[in-house]
Structures are given as C-alpha cells and as structure tokens.
T-cell receptor, first 110, second 115 residues
C-alpha cells in the first residue's frame, strides 16, 4: 500500500463546475496535510494546508480533512481552464519527511 | 521576499560526468529539502537540512549523491558519475520549520538530462 494515494485521473470537468480531488494516507499519526498545484513542466505550488478535522476555505478552494478515515480532499468551485494542472496531495507525519502522492491530473473544459 | 531559486534550470550532461546544482532558500527558512521528480510521479524525498546539519537522507540517495549546506544558507547537490537513470527534475524546497506546520515552498527546479 502506498503511503499517499491519489486517483491519477485525468479528471475532466466543464468550466464553472466543482472539481473534487481526493487523497488517502496510511500513517495515522500524520499531522499536516497540503495540496500543491503543478503545471506541466513547472514546480509544485502550495495552494492549501490543513491541520484540523473539518473544512478550510480559501477563495475558490476548500480543503476537507477527516483523520478518522485518513482522508483529505480538495474542492475547486467555479473551475476555470487555468485550473487545469496536476494536483499533488502531501502528508507530513512529523519528523523530517513530507510524503507526496503521485498527483491527479485535472482538465477543465471551456 | 524572494522565493526559492535554483541554478541551473536545465542541465544536459553525458553519462559518467559529475554535475552540481545550487539552491538558495527563502531567507529566514531554516529547513531545506531536496526532492527528485520523474514524469507522472510526485516529488520523492532525497535529503533534509535543518540549518547546516543534514538530518535525514533517503535510501534513494546512493553514494554517488552528496549534498551540503554550508553555514545554513544555500545548498548544493552533487551527482557523481551520472547515469541515465538520474535524468529527472531536481527540486529544492524550504520551510520556516514551525513545528508541525512545515509548509514547504519549492524552487523552479533543475531539469537534468543524462545522455
């Protein structure tokens, strides 16, 4: 079992729709969770971080965390073609290492 | 506040040559990370520095790889006797290191091609 699992996609949504990206993790003691956006050929860009169970909203982005189910998700409202990218889920269990999933490719169709 | 910078952005080298990459973290960030990323994968952890001390190395980091962070400022990653399997994007990230927060910010990366 991979430590951080994401559906590789591609996830295709029409412009203006809600995109829902999911991530599960295996280490129960994980403390912090992050979502990064990565455009093709570019480096990852931090877009959301979440530490407590529940929802955290920032503009069109909402991160959701459920530690009991070891599940974290990212919702993108009013999706735009510029949101088309790979979204990486990252988990920090403490210590030195942050573990990244392989990413979900999102396509937003105009 | 400038972001993380990396140099060079691209490097093409022949198999067997040595290469060195540089990373300048965000100022005041005491944690510095090196990752390697190949197509279709997430970043894979290579090594971590807290200030000038290298505290963690992945088993992916063979003896051909070495990293330094003198004086706790910039860092270098050297690959000796490069192999075609070393072709990847090498990413550097830094964080403020505030306990469990550990929000990491990435540089633009160095894309290595070994021919």
């Amino acid at each position: 079992q991979k430590e951080v699992e994401q559906n590789s996609g591609p996830l295709s949504v029409p412009e203006g729709a809600i995109a829902s990206l999911n991530c599960t993790y295996s280490d129960r003691v994980s403390q912090s969770f992050f979502w990064y956006r990565q455009y093709s050929g570019k480096s990852p860009e931090l877009i959301m971080s979440i530490y407590s169970n529940g929802d955290k909203e920032d503009g069109r982005f909402t991160a959701q965390l459920n530690k009991a189910s070891q599940y974290v998700s990212l919702l993108i409202r009013d999706s735009q073609p510029s949101d088309s990218a790979t979204y990486l889920c990252a988990v920090y269990p403490g210590g030195f290492k942050t573990i990244f999933g392989a990413g979900t490719r999102l396509f937003v169709k105009a | 506040d400038t972001g993380v910078s990396q140099d060079p952005r691209h490097k093409i080298t022949k198999r067997g040559q040595n290469v060195t990459f540089r990373c300048d973290p965000i100022s005041e960030h005491n944690r510095l990370y090196w990752y390697r990323q190949t197509l279709g994968q997430g970043p894979e952890f290579l090594t971590y520095f807290q200030n000038e001390a290298q505290l963690e190395k992945s088993r992916l980091l063979s003896d051909r790889f070495s990293a330094e962070r003198p004086k706790g400022s910039f860092s270098t990653l050297e690959i000796q006797r490069t192999e075609q399997g070393d072709s990847a994007m090498y990413l550097c990230a830094s964080s403020r290191g505030s306990g469990f927060l550990n929000e990491q910010y990435f540089g633009p990366g160095t894309r290595l091609t070994v021919t």
